[in-house]
């Protein structure tokens, strides 16, 4: 018998503590507008989001992940999430129809404060029709 296959996708985030700027990189691409996303087939799948701080000479405080690092994905189809302090996995189900985009903050703890990245997106597929 053969089990379900999860789909893994790597997610660096790099946080500018200087500017509070994030850049995302990994599976995670760039559309026209400059906006980042991420593109998820039918099935399930593991996002696996790294954060890196990018060295600020004057504060070398490090990044880290907030409490509730991943806010506003749709939240019906977020099975669980685990946090680190330089890493946090979604496990999320594309399987019941949910197509579109999905816009969410990262949020990490810098120097004390807590600071939201734009909103990125997850884009969702439509599952695949049977026998087609």
Known sequence: MLGTMVNIYQVKVF?????KQFVFA???KY???GRPFLKISPGIHAIVFTLATVPDPENPAEASFSD??????VSDIILSSTVAKSRCA???SNLGGHVGTHGFTVNVIYDGQCIQSD???IITDPP???GG
């Open 31 to 33: 559309g026209g507008e």
């Open 68 to 73: 509730n690092p991943i806010v506003g994905y």
């Open 90 to 92: 979604l496990v999320v």
């Open 128 to 130: 695949v029709e049977e």
């Open 15 to 19: 946080f500018n503590g200087k500017n």
């Open 26 to 28: 990994g599976d995670m």
């Open 119 to 121: 909103d990125p997106t």
